[in-house]
Structures are given as C-alpha cells and as structure tokens.
C-alpha cells in the first residue's frame, strides 16, 4: 500500500490509515486519512469524522478534511462538466 499511496492511489492511502489506526497510531492515520479525504475519498473524510465524534479528533480537523474533500469532489465535477461540453 505504501508505494502505491506515495504515487497517489487513494485508497491505499485510506487503508494505510487504517492500519496505522489499528495499531494506535492515531495521528499517522489522521495525517494518511486527511490527504486521501482532500483528494475526494469519502471513507477518509467519514474515519476523521468518526475519529471526531469519539473526540479523537478535533472539529478544526473535521472542517479542514470536509473543506478538502468538498473542493475536491467539486474540481472533479468540473472537469467533468469540462470534458462533456468539448466531447458535445
């Protein structure tokens, strides 16, 4: 997981925060969560929130990763919308 989150792949860097977490590693896997989140992964933005809710996590953590992960989903929409007007 770990070559593969360093060349951007997103779920694995979701899941080495999982296993940072499962190892109690609270603040590695805030900081691998938080970097997929802001890159659009949901289930990292929903593991912050979760870290938030049992006060693992503080709310500026949960804003910052929910800011990240709106302007994230919202760039990819634009592309999106990009791509279908040039194509017609």
Do not use: P
């Not at 989140?37 to 929903?46: F, I, R, V």
């Amino acid at each position: 997981w770990q070559q593969a989150a360093m060349k951007g792949h997103v779920a694995s860097r979701y899941f080495l925060g999982v296993a940072e977490f499962k190892e109690g590693n609270c603040g590695l896997a805030m900081q691998h969560w938080m970097i997929s989140a802001k890159m659009g992964y949901e289930d990292s933005l929903n593991a912050i929130k979760g870290m938030f809710m049992r006060d693992e996590a503080t709310k500026a953590h949960y804003a910052e990763a929910l800011r990240g992960y709106r302007d994230a989903v919202e760039e990819m929409k634009t592309h999106q919308r990009e791509e279908a007007k040039r194509l017609g």
